[in-house]
């Protein structure tokens, strides 16, 4: 991988921390995608969204897809998460203080995406933002 899209890759994950506009999110899980994860979490609050990168099993295989994203050896890096019901990790800076979404769930990602593709899974997965709802109407 190179340096660009190592580059790249890394501001997107600002987006798993910070909440950020659909489309800011949905580059993020495309790009995702094209490094290999077949599944990605994402949640709303309001009109502003995140996501993160997903481990089946909790945090070593978070941490390997995290470091495969990034185009880094695992051994390089730390990652804090935290461990939904169901025993998937997804990353968390502060797993202690977490800041709830209205709604959130898994996308499966079976096929390679653009940016627009991933706009309407997480669309389908979470339901309109605010913003594209007739009227600009808070739900």
């Known amino acids: 991988m190179g340096a660009s899209l190592r580059s790249a890759n890394a501001r997107h994950l600002e987006s ?14 495309a790009a995702a995608r094209e490094a290999g994860s077949r599944q990605v979490y994402v949640e709303v609050r309001g ?5 993160s990168t997903v481990g089946n099993k ?3 295989p978070l941490l390997r897809v995290t470091a495969r994203f990034l185009g880094v ?8 998460f935290r ?8 990353l ?17 990602l079976p096929d390679l995406v653009t940016a627009s593709e991933a706009r309407a899974a997480i669309v389908d997965a979470l ?3 605010p913003s594209d709802r007739a009227g600009g109407e808070q739900g």
């Open 83 to 90: 461990t939904l019901d169901d025993g998937i990790a997804i």
């Open 47 to 51: 009109d502003r969204h995140r996501w």
């Open 127 to 129: 339901g309109s933002p």
């Open 58 to 60: 909790g945090g070593y």
């Open 73 to 80: 050896d695992h051994r390089r890096i730390s990652v804090g």
């Open 92 to 108: 968390c800076e502060d797993p202690g203080h977490v800041e709830a979404p209205d709604r959130w769930a898994l996308v499966a």
């Open 16 to 29: 798993t921390r910070t909440w950020s506009s659909i489309d800011e999110v949905a580059e993020a899980v």
